[in-house]
């Protein structure tokens, strides 16, 4: 399982990689692997505005769809679109490919959420 | 809580590394690391392996079995002959389904029948409830027996290869085998629920099933998990239990016919007398009728049935989101997800599978009665409406070995170029005409067996005036049947049709011939149409009754299409009542060497259908047909039978180098004129009943089945070309037909000591007619035909008897006739032979080889070529 320092994790399996006050925001390596092959993926509207631990998409798998939920609050700045035409690219390296990049609300929200070896334990048991 | 359970090849699956999930009670894969899709793809493009022993295996014998089984399924036991399968429903009282299942008949007095896993026990309650009032006895195999599907066009190779067996089943779909495992046997079937044409199921002892699949994942399979199943299934529009038959989104029944599959699994025979649910399910069925007549003004019968459904617009359905027309509701998606597919490029049978992988959101839906194929439909996911279109299918297999993805809105285009103005269109033909003939006639190699070439004598006389004009006549009673004609200007072509039938007898030495039929198939048409027409002949105050039995070749085995339900036969065959099936049964064939007739087993087989007609007669053909022995058989037992032997590849054969027809004991004697026999292209029928026979009554009806049955005009160009054929034929036949079954002999030969895979019996030198087959590799047959187009060597690609049809064909078929008519002998056929081998095994250019030799070829032989013909053919033809 793969899992990257320096990021933050939320207890749904996303991360998040703040740049200041913007932030890049996908689904962990534990996620894609547990969905299995991913087939569809749909991403918001670029200015929509979403609360924390809202649905900003989905994803989804052969089997089942699967909400993606932000892990602070912000406004989509970025879409990527990639991944429309290539789902399964979360699959192959699901930190390389973000799925949004949103302005954060308040950056202060970051330290609520896991570090990379918090959220190792949560993936382990 | 109960332990889920687990199959025999649990093991095997952990080792895999398999995701494993609860499936109805089983701990059961749901897909292996490698993941749903590429299990999908892998599937579809080589061979994938399901364990599938979790399913129901119940095996049902005794007195009443029969008895039994036509009361608690829906369809037709007695359709299923030994060695068959066929796909059921377990009904209940008001037509809905208790279970879909597959009832397989390895043994004459035992019947499997395999169930859902997640319906075990209801369906045990059920059959053990109802058996009660039969004497018949039902058992549980499902521990014993484990179950391993295996699907996928590699799939036949992998087993062969397993089982060490070159034969598994007959190449047909339910199809099923005994195969040997060390002793024990596996019964095999060609059954399966992936919509792959190559697929088979096999049941083994529980014991060896974790090896056999350790095996088949050493040859090449894939393990594929229920996810990628259901894909699968999805994809080739099959049902589940549970989405599409059981109970739908609101709790309610799903009509057993609202699943478009029930119209092959549910029968109203007689036989079958009163059944579960039978009243409800005759009443589905009107209503099923009404929807497929597009009769929408009462759906109250069936309200509605179960369609394909692609999404047009971005997003995924899923099971259980509505679909609507507009405003209103017209249904639900009992079943949907992405599913994948490997991209093709290119048309027709050169189109090829790419390793490019795509999506494609699809589905069923059980929508009104009214919604069809092609209507927009709109799917509701999670609250917003995304655009979806009602599908006819999603996949087909009419072209094995692969099962093809079928996406909507693609159209396969085919563009011919054509000159913007009529005179030039005009000026092009001629030019692309002159070349075509030129190329055909003087620099490629012809070997389609088929095909003849005709002498310039018979060509021009085919284009002379007589093919502009008319000559119907009809023998009448009232002048001693003598012949009345309807035109004028007659008189010509009266003496030619008559020297025609004169110059037919002396070839065949038979009573009888009609020269009017234009086709083989036309004439077999008109014989069937006679015999019809003559067993109605005392009663025609009602409906005729139509042919059956019918014991012909099967047309895997060569046998013509005409002679086959799908051809000419189809509007004269009868059903037979009990089986529901064409009343046809083919010539069993013999283990060693399946292009011969097995005459011992052709006996039983007559003795036990006591068929009115028999048809010979083959297009891939490399013997003589036994119809002494046959014939000698009938009379010993007092069959009144007709004996029909369609000789059309082989009729300019006919004689003491192949075979005489009437001589063995044929009645009748179909064929087209322009295979082996010189003339041009028309059908011909000839029949040995003299004027005192009782049947000479028959004869009669099969000249006005011609005349005024089949033709009209009887196309009087190519009939005076074919009496000019005729007198070559009966002047030449010695030496030509002497000729053409040596130089196939040695043809063959050449073919084999070249390294070909040659068919046939060697010891006899592969063939006794003009035909040679040469085996190039399952699947391979048109691409190695059309490499030896690109090369001028003409062939065409043939599907042995082990394969599933032409695209599958593993084949390649060679006639000698047209080119031992230019000239060819020994030599040319051996370096012929050895250019052939150049192209199929070496992948060489020898096109100018070919062409070269060829060249030296162009004079016709077995044709009238002194000076006086030459001067008579110079004056006609200034008269084009």
């Keep these: ?75 989509i700045i970025k879409v990527n679109e990639a991944l429309t035409e290539d789902p399964a690219l979360i699959n192959r390296d699901a930190f390389e490919n973000w799925m949004v990049q949103i302005e954060m609300d308040d950056p202060k929200e970051l330290d609520q959420l896991m570090s990379a070896s918090e959220y190792k334990e949560i993936c382990i048991e | 809580m109960n332990a889920l359970k687990r199959t025999v090849l649990f093991d095997s699956h952990v080792k895999l590394g398999a995701t494993l999930v609860d499936f109805g009670g089983w701990e059961m894969p749901v897909n292996y690391p490698s993941g749903m899709v590429e299990e999908h793809l892998y599937t579809r493009k080589k061979a994938g392996i399901f364990d599938v022993s979790h399913m129901g295996r119940f095996v049902i014998s005794g007195r009443e079995a029969v008895k039994f089984l036509q009361y608690v399924l829906t369809n037709n036991v007695l359709a299923v002959d030994i060695m068959q399968a ?73 087993i062969k290869k397993l089982f060490g067996s070159d034969f598994l089943t007959e190449p047909l779909k339910n199809a099923l085998g005994i195969l040997d495992y060390g002793g024990k046997e596996v019964l095999i079937a060609r059954t399966g629920y992936t919509g792959e044409p190559l697929g088979f199921e096999l049941f083994l002892s529980a014991g060896d099933a974790a090896a056999v699949w350790a095996r088949l994942l050493d040859l ?29 989104a609101d709790g309610c029944e799903i009509p057993i016919f609202s699943c478009p599959l029930a119209r092959f699994a549910v029968s109203f025979a007689d036989a079958k007398g009163s059944y579960i649910g039978r009243e409800a399910l005759l009443k589905q069925f009107q209503g099923y009728q009404k929807i497929m007549e597009r009769n929408f003004a009462d759906l109250s019968d069936l309200k509605r049935i179960v369609r394909p459904i692609a999404l047009t617009g971005r997003g995924v359905a899923r099971a259980g989101c509505k679909v609507f027309k507009g405003d209103k509701e017209v249904g639900y998606v009992t079943s949907a997800t992405m599913v994948p597919y490997l991209k093709t490029e290119g048309n027709g049978l050169e189109s090829r599978i790419t390793d490019e992988k795509a999506m494609r959101a699809i589905g069923l839906a059980l929508v009104d009665g009214d919604i069809e194929p092609d209507d927009n439909v709109e799917v509701e996911i999670r609250g917003n409406k995304v655009a979806a279109v009602i599908a006819p299918y999603h996949l087909k297999s009419d072209a094995p070995p692969f099962a093809r993805p079928i996406i909507y809105g693609v159209e396969a285009g085919r563009k011919f170029e054509s000159a913007p103005d009529y005179r030039s269109k005009a000026l092009n033909l001629l030019e692309k005409s002159l070349y075509n003939t030129r190329w055909r006639q003087s620099e490629t190699i012809n070997l389609i067996p088929s095909e003849q070439s005709h002498s310039p004598a018979v060509r021009l006389l085919s284009v002379m005036d007589p093919s502009f004009r008319y000559a119907e006549h009809k023998k009448t009673k009232s002048f001693y049947d003598y012949d009345v004609f309807y035109y ?23 009573a009888e011939v009609e020269t009017r039929v234009i086709s083989g198939q036309m004439a077999n048409a008109a014989v069937f149409s006679a015999l019809v027409d003559y067993k109605n002949r005392v009663n025609r105050k009602r409906d005729a009754v139509r042919l059956g039995y019918v014991l012909n070749n099967h047309i895997i085995r060569g046998g013509h299409l005409s002679a086959q339900p799908m051809g000419a036969l189809r509007d004269y065959i009868a059903v037979d009542p009990l089986t529901e099936k064409t009343a046809v049964v083919n010539f069993p064939v013999e283990k060693d060497n399946n292009f011969k007739i097995d005459v011992e087993e052709t006996k039983k087989i007559i003795a036990q259908y006591k068929p009115e007609l028999i048809i010979f007669g083959k297009s891939m053909v490399l013997h003589r047909e036994p119809v002494r022995e046959i014939r000698k058989f009938v009379d010993e037992q007092g069959i009144n039978t007709v004996i029909m032997y369609d000789m059309a590849h082989v009729l300019g054969l006919a004689g003491d180098y192949f075979q005489d027809p009437f001589a063995e004991g044929a009645d009748i004697v179909t064929g087209s004129t322009h295979k082996t026999f010189f003339g041009p292209q028309r059908g011909i029928i000839a029949g040995n009943y003299r004027k005192e026979d009782h049947r000479y009554d028959l004869w009669e009806t099969i000249e006005t089945r011609a005349f005024p049955g089949s033709v009209s005009n009887h196309h009087l160009g190519t009939l005076l070309g074919l009496l000019m054929a005729a007198y070559e034929m009966n002047y030449f036949k010695d030496e030509y037909q002497k000729n053409v079954i040596n130089n196939a002999k040695h043809f063959a030969k050449c073919l084999s000591d070249a390294g070909l895979s040659v068919a046939g019996d060697p010891s006899i030198s592969f063939t006794e007619t003009h035909q040679v087959i040469v085996r190039v590799g399952y699947g391979a047959g048109p691409e190695v035909a059309n490499r030896l187009e690109d090369n001028n060597i003409i062939v065409n690609y043939q599907a042995t008897p082990e394969e599933e049809g032409f695209t599958a064909s593993g084949a390649i078929r060679l006639g000698v006739a047209e080119m031992t008519r230019f000239g060819f002998g020994y030599q040319e ?29 162009t004079n016709m032989k077995y044709c009238f070529t002194d000076d006086d013909v030459i001067k008579e053919l110079e004056k006609l033809k200034s008269f084009l």
């Design chain 2, 220 to 248: 090449g399979a894939m393990a594929i998990g229920l996810g990628a199943r259901d894909t699968l299934r999805l994809e080739a529009g099959l049902p589940l239990y549970g989405h599409e038959l059981g109970l739908d």
């Design chain 2, 86 to 158: 066929q796909y059921t429903m377990i009904p209940n009282e008001n037509g809905g389904a208790i279970d879909d299942a597959y009832l397989y008949r390895f043994y004459e007095d035992e019947y499997l029948l395999v169930v859902n896993a997640a319906n075990i026990e209801k369906d045990w309650e059920h059959l053990n409830r109802e058996i009660k009032r039969f004497d018949a006895q039902i058992a549980d195999r499902s521990k014993e027996l484990a179950m391993i599907s295996v699907q996928g066009p590699e799939s036949k190779n992998i």
């Design chain 1, 1 to 75: 399982m793969k899992i990257v320092e320096g990021l933050k994790y939320s207890s749904d399996h996303e991360w998040i990689k703040a740049e200041g006050k913007t932030a890049y925001v996908g689904i962990t390596d534990y996620a894609q692997h547990s969905l299995g092959d991913i087939v569809y993926v749909e991403l918001p509207e670029v200015g929509a505005k979403i609360s924390k631990n809202s649905a900003f998409g989905v994803v989804e798998s052969v089997k089942a769809a699967s909400d993606v939920f932000l892990p602070v609050s912000g406004t």
């Design chain 2, 829 to 857: 056929f051996e370096q012929t032979a050895e250019l052939m081998a150049d192209v199929i095994l070496r992948n060489k250019n020898v096109k100018e080889d070919v062409r070269k030799l060829r060249g030296s070829y």
């Design chain 2, 488 to 510: 004028q200007g007659t008189g010509f072509i009266d003496e030619v049709e008559h020297l025609l039938k004169e110059e037919l007898k002396t070839y065949f030495q038979c």
